[in-house]
Every structure is written in structure tokens, then in C-alpha cells.
């Protein structure tokens, strides 16, 4: 029982890592400007985040952007509703090293679309080493399972550090077809709340694309934003301040024609 418990604790651990780095990071932070990194943290999500999470910063972000610019139409990066819901495992995967070529080679319009994120592409995938990341943590994981006669120790730890492709389908997917919604935003986001428990608030899709500056995703009393208590954890210990919300406009027509304008300009 106590090895079950401790391979639980470091999956949940491993799991936590990527969450953070994945919804408070670079989502939150790099993407939306919700909340304001500090400097050092910054510059530690950038130098670090490929490394922990396998997935590039400025790749990342961009990808995310144009889901919003082109929310469940064909352009869209990741939609279920153009892809099909298990397809979209790889069709994202596509989307994302698509969109890294683009950024590598200085396409101008993807470019474009993250031109405030005044750092580049991360060396590794700009060499080619984009592989690395996963073979480390593949190592440790081994080094687990070798030193430690532990195999399912060394599971959890890999499962849970690179849980991200099963955390990004489950938000694209589910929480685009399955689920509530708050607002009649011009898209198909839908508040799912098994996703938004399992993925620390990401599930909550509709309230987030009707306000994608608030750093909060949950908006009803039954609604639980894991990841913005991560947030208030985070600007506790000084690592980022979370941007106040600009009030919303009177009326949902002219909240969405705002929310549009502000997810262009992103």
C-alpha cells in the first residue's frame, strides 16, 4: 500500500509540474496576459518550459491565439468540430510542428501573431533536438525502474510529467463538444466540468472564450478554477501579479465584438 501511495504522490507531483507550467505559464501568463510574469519567473519559463513540459513557449502561445482568432471554424488549429473528436489527438500534434516551422522560418503572418513574445523559438527545436526533452524524462523514468526496481514508480513519474498531449485533447475535444454554457460566444467552447477538475480549470472552454483576459475561469458558485488558485498561490510568493479584468460592456453583443477585437490584438 505505502508503494501504491508514493507512486500516486509522484504522479500527482509530476502531473502538478505540467499543469502549472501548462495553464498558470503559458496560458495565463505568456498567452493571454492574465496574469504578469515577474521577470526571473519569465525568464525561467522560457529557458525551462521545453524542457519540463516537452512543448515550446512562443510554439505554444501561438497555437493557442489562433484557436482563439479562428475559434471551431476550418482555421481553426484544433477544432473537434472540423477534425473529428479522436482525430484530434493528432491533428493538434500537426497543428503545433506546423506552426513551429512557420515560426522558425519567419513567416511573417504567424509571426505576426505573437510578436510580443520578444524571445525566440527554443533552441531545441530550432536544431532539431526537439526529441531531447522526452528522452529525458524517458531517462529518469528508466533510472526509476533500474536503480529503484520500480516500474510503476518510474510510470507515474513519465505519465505525469508528459501528460500534456491527454490534458490538450481533453480540453480541445471535450470542452468544444460536450458541456454547459454561460455565454453565446460566436463558437462551439462548452464549460465541461470533468475537464475543468482534471485539467485545474481548462475545461470551463465558454467562460474563457467569452473573457480570455480573466485570469479566473470559473464564474459560477459551483465552478472550480484549480489553476487560479495556483495563480494566487503563485503572486503570494511573488513569482507573478495578477492583472486586474477590464470591466465588461453592457451588453453580450458588445462583449463579444470586444472579446474578438482583444483575442486579434493578443
Given at each position: ?185 460566436p463558437d462551439d467552447s462548452k464549460n465541461n466540468t470533468a475537464v475543468a477538475l482534471l485539467v485545474f ?51 453580450a453583443e458588445a462583449d463579444g465584438a470586444a472579446q474578438l477585437t482583444r483575442s486579434r490584438t493578443a
Amino acid at each position: 500500500m505505502a508503494y501504491i501511495l508514493l507512486c500516486l504522490a509522484v504522479f500527482v507531483a509530476a502531473y502538478l509540474l505540467n499543469i502549472y507550467y501548462v495553464t498558470v505559464l503559458y496560458h495565463r501568463g505568456l498567452t493571454h496576459g492574465a496574469v504578469r510574469l515577474r521577470p526571473f519567473t519569465r525568464s525561467l519559463v522560457v529557458k525551462t518550459g521545453n524542457w519540463v513540459t516537452g512543448l515550446d513557449p512562443k510554439g505554444w502561445a501561438c497555437m493557442h491565439r489562433l484557436h482563439h482568432l479562428h475559434s471551431d471554424t476550418p482555421l481553426d488549429p484544433h477544432s473537434p468540430s472540423h477534425n473529428g473528436l479522436f482525430a484530434l489527438m493528432l491533428v493538434q500534434l500537426r497543428s503545433y510542428n506546423g506552426i513551429l516551422v512557420k515560426l522558425i522560418k519567419g513567416d511573417a503572418a504567424t509571426t505576426a501573431v505573437v510578436k510580443d513574445l520578444d524571445f525566440e523559438v527554443s533552441w531545441l527545436n530550432r536544431r532539431g533536438l526537439w526529441l531531447l526533452p522526452y528522452l529525458l524524462h524517458a531517462g529518469i523514468s528508466l533510472a526509476i525502474v533500474i536503480f529503484g526496481h520500480a516500474w510503476l514508480l518510474g510510470a507515474a513519474y513519465y505519465f505525469g510529467m508528459l501528460s500534456h498531449p491527454i490534458q490538450g485533447w481533453m480540453v480541445n475535444a471535450l470542452a468544444h463538444r460536450f458541456g454547459y454554457r454561460n455565454y453565446a460566444t460566436p463558437d462551439d467552447s462548452k464549460n465541461n466540468t470533468a475537464v475543468a477538475l482534471l485539467v485545474f480549470g481548462e475545461g470551463y472552454q465558454n467562460n474563457h472564450h467569452h473573457r480570455p483576459r480573466s485570469a479566473k475561469f470559473s464564474v459560477k458558485w459551483f465552478e472550480l478554477d484549480l489553476g487560479y488558485a495556483l495563480c494566487r498561490g503563485s503572486q503570494a510568493l511573488g513569482l507573478l501579479d495578477i492583472v486586474p479584468l477590464v470591466p465588461a460592456p453592457v451588453s453580450a453583443e458588445a462583449d463579444g465584438a470586444a472579446q474578438l477585437t482583444r483575442s486579434r490584438t493578443a
